[in-house]
């Protein structure tokens, strides 16, 4: 089984955690854990220190809170996992990466501009950069990684790295499993399908007068042409300040409700996936089949039991 290692504030081996439930979920806009032991345990663990999975050191967080319970006898740490911790940081500038450049230095030159490099060092591949790519500035530290990566096809990795007590940053190309299906017989799946999401947004502007976006069977969106109506017509109204944003304002809203209406969750505890891959998964009964990237990994732990959940996307 599994042991889950926890670390002092110098983020030093202190032992395996014992009697305990964790629940760590990477992808979502927090990227949190919740980790609960008895009352009795507290004192073992420290904010600031870390809890880590010995062989599959991705799973892991550094602690930041604690919720004792004297009703139950427990008590709750909470903190963020190693995305989380890097995505609590934010470009200030603008910053170039040329072509060619070693993607591990490349990596290492976006954690020292967010002076992270005591926390977090590039996972040394041997790629290199195949484009010229800048950084925006006021981005979001994980996000303008993710991003930067998917241009050349790939996806940042965490990995905490006892020996040198750093979170290593890698990148690794995006895989595509969906050709591998995964159906109910094999795995557990949760596949939520709405047939009607919104398909008729009106943006009210400050001065009253409305402008109109539809959705087309086929996809498409249209500011003039209508072609769901009648009871099959899902109406949300948006106020506009400015007239200039309205057809974007308008097409997110109908973008959010596609993307949120056709989802699945697989449970499967030997799928070596990652987020940002692809996976295909089908209920047998309905044969309702969804392919799409993993936009969320959730690993739920205890002395003895282990699983993960991945949740994808439209």
Known sequence: MENLIY????LNDKGCATAFSLELENGKVDNLFTFQVALTDFKKYMPGGYLYCENAPQYGGAISAYIPNTATKTVTFEGRTWRGMFARKYFLRNITL????????????????????????AASNGETIPASYTVPAYGNALTELETM??????????????????????????????EDEF?????????YVNTMPINHVVGVLENGSQCHRYLLYDGTQSETKQEIKGSDEVISVIDISDSADASEAMKAVIDESLAASKTCTITVNSLNADIGDIVGGRENETGVFVKSKIISKILKMTEFTSIVNFETGA
């Open 149 to 178: 990566l998917s241009t050349f096809n790939c996806r940042p990795s965490f990995t905490f790295d006892p020996s040198s007590k750093k979170i290593k940053i890698g990148s690794q190309g995006i895989q595509d499993y969906s």
């Open 183 to 191: 159906d109910s017989d094999k795995i557990n799946l949760e596949i």
């Open 7 to 10: 670390t002092d504030e110098n």
């Open 98 to 121: 040329t072509k060619g450049t070693a993607l591990d230095s490349a990596i290492n030159t976006l954690i020292s501009e967010l002076n992270f490099s005591d926390k977090f060092a």
